[in-house]
């Protein structure tokens, strides 16, 4: 084995390739057919989107647990411990497992170059299939045509809602980011847009290739009041469904379409109302709008494009506090923080601007000049890092008042460590 613990395996795939993303799917492809991955037996959904992925795959995931089934899941980034990117029922798999699944991608690549993205899309699958899973969902990391998961056929494709973010890489219209976004569906087979205002382009891709799309709104609807929810199709209906445990409203969007997948899987799979119930109930995620409780409530939430950011700020409009809302805020270079800082502008009383590291990290001296921009004419305080940003504000903020932690997932990560050292 070329490594034998986690760390070094991890730190050597991060220098491996020329580049850290690199789309398309024939260097993948031909590594998992040496490894001998085939298309999965067990039941399988993919996941695209810009916003609402994670929140869908926890919701899909964690219903099929109820339902009894062996499950998996494939998610990324990861916010504490790489293993958080590959699960079964709910668990992070083992540094062995994983270790074990690089070595056969190593031993199997020859001279292919792989991303750090394309090892751990491969160990999932290996894994998956070497422990026997009943049912794995898969969500995909950047656009889907061309992104490493889309090597296998889902039975089930799920976009999830569609905005502007990596306009390098998918292009500046929400057309033209649908139709990479797309790409997961295949001929055939049964598919999901949860966007209750889907791209046309979107939708002529699915004609064009005789998918068989579902669309919010025309073939399934829903509606809530403060407590309860219903949903239906033309040949199902729940009636006051308990509202999902992760916050907003918006997250009712998300798991409508989760129902229409679920309605539209294989046979064999059968999902009752009830394990409907307890899984919506039971749902977590770490990072999308979670809330710590305390006499200064933290929120951490992973929002990086303005889309994200408006339903932030609405969720700041809705539940206001006593005190000041202050924001620890870091991003990257190629997200619009322009477009994010527009959004939730009116609602914060004090900014804290920390600096990511990296070479797609922004400096935290960038992120004020865009702030001056926007005319921001409330403080502004700039930081190296996202910890010396975190213990000013363990200083300042005061009984009833808020921090929202948000911009990045790096963000988010950094401060969830210092709380896990934390008494």
């Given at each position: 084995m070329r490594f034998d613990n986690l760390a070094d395996w991890l730190a050597w795939q991060e220098t491996l390739h020329v580049s850290e993303i690199e789309l398309g799917l024939e260097r993948c492809q031909s590594v998992a057919d040496r490894m001998g991955l085939k298309q999965p037996e067990y039941g399988f959904v993919s996941v695209s989107g810009t916003n609402g992925k994670g929140s869908s795959v926890a919701m899909l995931s964690t219903i099929m647990i109820q339902a009894g089934y062996k499950t998996g899941v494939y998610t990324s980034p990861h916010l504490i411990d790489y293993n958080e990117r590959i699960r079964i029922d709910g668990e992070n798999v083992s540094d062995e497992l994983l270790c074990e699944a690089f070595e056969s991608i190593d031993q199997a690549r020859g001279e292919t170059s792989l991303t750090y993205f394309e090892f751990g899309t491969l160990a999932a699958y290996y894994i998956f299939e070497k422990q026997d899973v009943d049912f794995a969902v898969f969500e995909v990391g950047l656009g889907g045509r061309l992104d490493a998961v889309n090597m296998m056929d889902a039975d089930v494709a799920l976009v999830t809602s569609i905005a502007i973010d990596h306009v390098d890489w998918l292009g500046d219209t929400r057309d033209a980011i649908s139709l990479e976004k797309a790409g997961i569906m295949r001929s055939g087979h049964p598919a999901v847009c949860s966007d209750p205002d889907a791209p046309e382009a979107l939708i002529e891709f699915a004609r064009d290739n005789k998918v068989d799309l579902h669309l919010s709104g025309s073939d399934y609807q829903y509606d809530f009041s403060d407590d309860v929810w219903n949903w239906s199709d033309n040949k199902t209906t729940y009636k006051d469904l308990?509202?999902?445990?992760?916050?907003?409203?918006?997250?009712?969007?998300?798991?409508?379409?989760?129902?229409?997948?679920?309605?539209c899987l294989p046979d064999q799979y059968k999902v009752s109302e009830d394990h409907i119930r307890k899984g919506l109930q039971q749902t977590k995620l770490a990072g999308r709008f979670q809330v710590i409780p305390?006499?200064?409530?933290?929120v951490l939430d992973v929002a990086h494009?303005?889309?994200?950011?408006?339903?932030?700020?609405?969720?700041?409009?809705?539940?206001?506090?006593?005190?000041?809302?202050?924001?620890?805020?870091?991003?990257?270079?190629?997200?619009?923080?322009?477009?994010v800082i527009n959004e939730i502008g009116a609602y914060i009383d004090d900014w804290h601007v920390a600096g990511l590291g990296g070479s797609r990290g922004t400096g935290s001296e960038q992120l004020v000049k865009q702030l001056e921009a926007a005319d921001i004419q409330i403080p502004v305080h700039s930081y190296t890092s996202v910890?010396?940003?975190?213990?000013?504000?363990?200083?300042?903020?005061?009984?009833?008042?808020?921090?929202?932690?948000?911009?990045?997932?790096?963000t988010v990560s950094a401060v969830m460590k210092i709380m896990e050292r934390e008494p």
């Open positions: 308990p509202r999902p445990s992760l916050r907003g409203d918006f997250q009712l969007m998300n798991a409508a379409g989760v129902l229409k997948v679920i309605q305390g006499e200064v409530e933290y494009n303005p889309h994200a950011a408006k339903t932030l700020a609405n969720f700041l409009k809705a539940n206001p506090v006593k005190g000041k809302n202050h924001i620890l805020i870091g991003m990257l270079k190629d997200k619009d923080a322009s477009g910890e010396e940003a975190y213990n000013v504000l363990q200083q300042q903020a005061q009984p009833g008042d808020r921090v929202l932690v948000a911009g990045s997932f790096l």
